[in-house]
């Protein structure tokens, strides 16, 4: 794969991925990536950009509100509009401590960070006096636990919910659901489990529930003395789901909840394909599902789905971002907590299947279903 810029071929590498950083004049610049197959073939795409000529600190990496692991790749350029002698250094400034400097107008830098929030900084001063900086808040993952093939675990409960009001039920008039574990499946040999809703309710839905952390934990994570659930702000949801008709799939909802100290916190998430064809999250105070403005492509067949999920301070949930199918979506939509019972205590792990119009019976799978927490 290769770039050019204005019909001049400047950078290529092997492989069929290509991830570089160019310097490139200011103004409009005419750029293409270009593809040369194996076979003689090759296609390109142009790319059209505006290259600002105002003084600026560009960074790539690591991407503000991220989560990462340390050490962190700072990667950053800066350029200048008002001193004629360039840029003279570039910096990374950690909790107010300069961490690293490097002489010149690119940043490249290896940098130990601790666990938890981070608060970051890059800078740059130029050779006439001046400078500037442009803050990076981060993440750092510390000791992450991961709780794997969930779908395979025992303690999975469900309950119904019919329109208008949704109201727990179980039975309920209208729908029925099964769940099996260790079923074959479509194009995997993995035994996975099956999920199956049927009924005569318009619009019903059902919800499948796992207490993974606190209490009824199924995972031997009963938090009694209260000192794991207080201590974890970050949580990646990640599964593979088998779509088997999308065109009955009114939604499916992938879900992480937190409660402890009368605090609900619900990570609520759906692909909404019969609905307004979006990813949606749930605002816990008001309880309606606000689209995030991202399409969601599901595909008949095994699709692959990962949620950056995390509790900020004053436990305000951070929706950070969608991967599906291997494309990423960074939503960064914050909303208050809710309030709960004090007796409610704990984390769980959700799935649920909306019904469309008909409710018509459909069936999905879910395999690899893993919770990381830290």
């Known amino acids: 794969m290769g770039v050019y810029v204005d019909g001049k071929l400047v950078y290529t590498v092997d492989g069929d991925k290509l991830n570089t950083t160019l310097s490139l004049g200011s103004g409009k610049q005419n750029t293409v990536v270009q593809e040369w197959d194996y076979c003689g073939g090759s296609t390109y795409t142009p790319v059209t950009v505006t290259v600002s000529s105002k003084s600026g600190i560009f960074v790539t990496s690591p991407a503000n509100n ?6 962190a790749n700072y990667v950053a350029t800066a350029t200048t509009a ?8 570039m910096g990374v400034y950690v909790n107010n401590k300069l961490i690293t400097v490097q002489d010149g107008a690119g940043l490249n830098a290896q940098v130990s960070l601790g666990t938890g929030a981070q608060n970051t900084v890059v800078q740059e001063w130029d050779r006439c006096g001046g400078s500037s900086y442009v803050p990076v808040k981060v993440t750092v993952k510390g000791s992450e636990r991961v709780l794997s093939n969930l779908e395979k675990s025992g303690g999975w409960d469900g309950w119904g919910q019919l329109p208008p009001d949704y109201k727990d039920c179980a039975p309920c008039s209208g729908i029925a659901w099964t769940m099996w574990q260790g079923v074959s499946a479509p194009s995997t040999s993995d035994k996975v489990t099956q999920f199956n809703t049927h009924g005569t309710k318009p619009y019903a839905v059902v919800l499948w529930y796992n207490p993974v952390i606190g209490t009824y934990s199924t995972q031997g994570l009963p938090d009694d003395n209260h000192t794991l659930v207080p201590s974890l702000h970050n949580f990646t949801y990640d599964t593979e789901f088998y779509v088997t008709n999308k065109a009955i799939t009114q939604a499916l909802e992938f879900d992480v909840s937190m409660y402890m100290d009368g605090i609900g916190m619900f990570w609520g998430t759906q ?3 019969l609905g307004d064809g979006d990813w949606d999250v749930l605002d816990n105070v008001t309880q309606k599902w606000a689209s995030t403005g991202v399409a969601c492509k599901l595909v008949n ?3 692959h789905l990962t949620l950056q999920l995390q509790r900020e301070s004053g436990n305000t949930l951070l929706y950070k971002s969608i991967t599906l199918n291997g494309a990423t979506a960074n939503i960064n939509k914050t909303y208050a907590p809710f309030k709960v019972s004090p007796d409610w205590y704990g984390i769980t792990v959700n799935y649920q299947m909306d019904g469309d119009s008909k409710q018509a019976a459909n069936t999905t799978y879910l395999n690899n279903l893993s919770l990381t927490y830290w």
């Not at 991220?66 to 050490?71: D, G, H, K, L, V």
């Not at 008002?82 to 250094?89: D, E, F, H, L, V």
């Open 271 to 273: 692909c909404s394909p």
């Open 301 to 303: 067949g095994w699709n």
């Open 82 to 89: 008002t001193c004629s002698k360039g840029i003279g250094s």
């Open 66 to 71: 991220s989560t990462i692991s340390s050490p």
